[in-house]
């Protein structure tokens, strides 16, 4: 199985959208760095890293951030204590659907996963979330 660029596209705006998502008052302000997992079947994982500044309104909403050149919306969104969970549907240069769910054990540290169906595969993303500081300068997002 090739790793079609368009599906590289949907796992790219997973690794971007996902970091933004709060829940409400779970998350701190400031800068965050998180690591995404990327596996799919018969391919290596790949992993990367980056930082993105969550703001104040961000972690303040029950509603998860999607970067909007993703093409993708979430349905279904439910938060019980810590934990948030929602559909999501991706449109446009490719059509996927998936499952998001996040959990912060402390406001500085969350764990996240995606599992995506697109083109006949699947693909699970991991995320791993830790706050680094008030200030947001170096934020890559």
Known sequence: MSFKPAVFLVAAA????????????????????????????????????????????????????????????????QVTGRTMSADMICKGQMNATGRFTATYDSDTHYNARIDIAMQGMNMTNTIEGHWMKADCAGAEH
């Not at 933004?20 to 800068?31: S, T, V, Y």
């Not at 290596?44 to 104040?56: F, L």
């Not at 303040?60 to 993703?70: G, K, L, M």
């Open 14 to 77: 997973a690794m971007v959208f996902v970091p933004a998502a709060a829940l409400a008052a779970h998350g701190k302000a400031g800068l965050w760095s998180s690591t995404t997992t990327v596996t799919m079947p018969n391919m290596p994982p790949q992993s990367h890293t980056a930082t993105y500044c969550m703001t104040p309104q961000q972690v303040v909403s029950d509603t998860p951030v999607a970067d909007p050149r993703s093409g993708c919306t979430y349905s279904n969104v």
